[in-house]
């Protein structure tokens, strides 16, 4: 008698991707897209082992301001073409 469970047939795994939506779809496309970019453009990738655990937070928070930046511009532009908007409706 063997130790060993009995071996039971299972189904070949298929690399079928999960059914997304449109917008999961073109994010992760995006984010491909921005990989081979960043790639081509700095030579490296996220798989890169030189950075030290307080060199990617100081990335992260690089990116996070440029990020703020860019909200506040999307604000001020948006308030002022809806501020220019009510003005040329009141007139």
Known sequence: MSDTP??????????????????VSSV????????VFGKN???????RKDLHFLEWVQHSQEELMDAILYLEKMKVTYNEHNNNSVSKKNN
């Open 41 to 47: 453009k700095y030579g490296t990738d996220l798989d």
């Open 6 to 23: 009995p071996k039971v047939d299972t189904p070949p795994k298929v690399d079928t991707p999960p059914t997304v939506d449109s917008i």
């Open 28 to 35: 992760i496309t995006q984010f491909e897209k921005r990989a």
